[in-house]
């Protein structure tokens, strides 16, 4: 971004040196840095030199597990590393059948082993078929924001749905059930029922 997020830091006297603390939150950018140094001498603003420094971007591995008879899937964040420490871990997903007119973000939760993780329902996005991407993006303790990998899944298929019918012994009833697939996120289901 070139000179885009130009600071200019005023320096302190003490000890023998001018000092100056930069929060690289003001600058929320990982990589290569410059540092300019001037110095107002006799009246006149003068060139001191230059320095330059760098600052660790966070580092991840992402993979998805399918749960076909769920119709779900889980996203798992491993090896995340930075310096300043992990805020959090978003994890952006949509399916590729309309674009991104489906995505969601998800704030994965810290596991016991170090990893983060999401479980992503198919409900939640429209039951859309095909493939699903998942991006990851880490924030870091000196505010950074940063995307560190994706991952995506197979083909997904909504889950079948188990149906049955059960005539009573008397003939005077049907009991009609259904479970699991689509159904697990229902509001209401129907049976629409007729005779041959």
Request: overall charge negative; aromatic content about 10%; proline content about 4%.
């Amino acid at each position: 971004g070139g000179q885009d997020d130009l600071v200019w830091y005023p320096a302190e006297f003490s000890g023998g040196a001018w000092t100056a603390r930069v929060p690289v939150s003001a600058h929320a950018a990982a990589g290569a840095y410059a540092a300019h140094c001037y110095a107002v001498a006799g009246g006149s603003m003068v060139f001191a030199g230059t320095t330059s420094f760098s600052i660790d971007a966070p580092s991840a591995s992402v993979s998805v597990a399918e749960d076909a008879d769920a119709g779900a899937f889980e996203v798992t964040v491993s090896g995340v590393s930075s310096p300043s420490g992990v805020s959090h871990v978003d994890v952006p997903v949509w399916s590729e059948a309309g674009g991104q007119d489906d995505i969601v973000w998800y704030r994965a939760a810290r596991q016991a082993d170090g990893t983060y993780r999401v479980r992503v329902s198919m409900a939640a996005h429209g039951w859309s078929t095909g493939v699903y991407n998942a991006h990851v993006y880490v924030a870091t303790g000196n505010g950074l924001y940063s995307y560190v990998g994706c991952a995506n899944t197979g083909e997904m298929e909504i889950p079948e749905v188990s149906l049955s019918a059960n005539v009573s012994s008397d003939q005077k009833t049907v009991e009609l059930r259904a479970s699991g697939g689509v159904l697990s996120s229902a509001s209401s289901v129907s049976f629409p029922v007729w005779s041959e």
